[in-house]
C-alpha cells in the first residue's frame, strides 16, 4: 500500500528490533548513512505514554514530532533514542493503520516492548519504494544486512550467499 509524503509510516519501510543497538547499525549500513543517524520508533499508540514524554494530544501518526524517551525506557530501546534521548516517533492506531498496529502488537506480545524501529525503504539517493518491483529491485540491491522482505502475503528470504557477488545467480520471481 502506498503512503504519500516524506516519512515511511509502515507499509515501505525497512523495520527492526529497537532493543537491539545492532539494528540501527545494519539499518544505516543498507541505507548507506552516517552511523550517528537516529531512526523512528513507530509505537503503539495506546502504549507512546509509558514509553515517551512529550507525546501530543492526538499522537503523531505522520512522524511530526519529536518526543522524549523516559530516562528508565532509554536502555530498553537503544536503536531508536538519539543521543539526547529524542525520538521522532510515529504512533500506530489500530483504527487508521490495522495490519501494521496488528504486527507492532505482535512484536510488543513476544518482547514486551510496544514499538519496532522504522526506517524509510530505500537506498542512498533514491526515492522510497513505490511498487512491488520497486521494493524488490532495492531488496536484492540492497547489503545482506535486509533478510526477509514482506510484500503483500508473500515473504521473500534472501538466502546466505558467499562474499563474491559473481556467484549470485538470477531466479525467476513470479510477476505482480
Known sequence: RSEVGARALG???????PRV???????????????WRPLAPS??????????????DGGSPYMSFTAYAKEHMREAIPAVVHVDGSARLQTVASSTAPLYHALISAFYALSGV???LNT???L????????????????LSASAELSLLALGD?????????????????RQVPSF
Request: glycine residues 2%; without cysteine; proline residues 9%.
Open 11 to 17: 507499509s515501505r519501510s525497512i523495520l527492526a528490533d
Open 114 to 116: 510496544p514499538m519496532v
Open 21 to 35: 543497538l545492532d539494528s540501527r547499525v545494519r539499518a544505516n549500513v543498507v541505507k548507506q548513512r552516517e552511523q
Open 124 to 139: 542512498a539517493g533514491e526515492p522510497i519504494v513505490e511498487s512491488p518491483a520497486d521494493a524488490l529491485r532495492t531488496f
Open 43 to 56: 509505537v503503539l499508540a495506546e502504549r507512546a505514554d509509558e514509553w515517551f514524554d512529550g507525546v501530543p
Open 154 to 170: 508473500a515473504l521473500v528470504r534472501r538466502r546466505p550467499y558467499p562474499q563474491r557477488s559473481s556467484h549470485l545467480r538470477p
Open 120 to 122: 524509510s525503504f530505500n
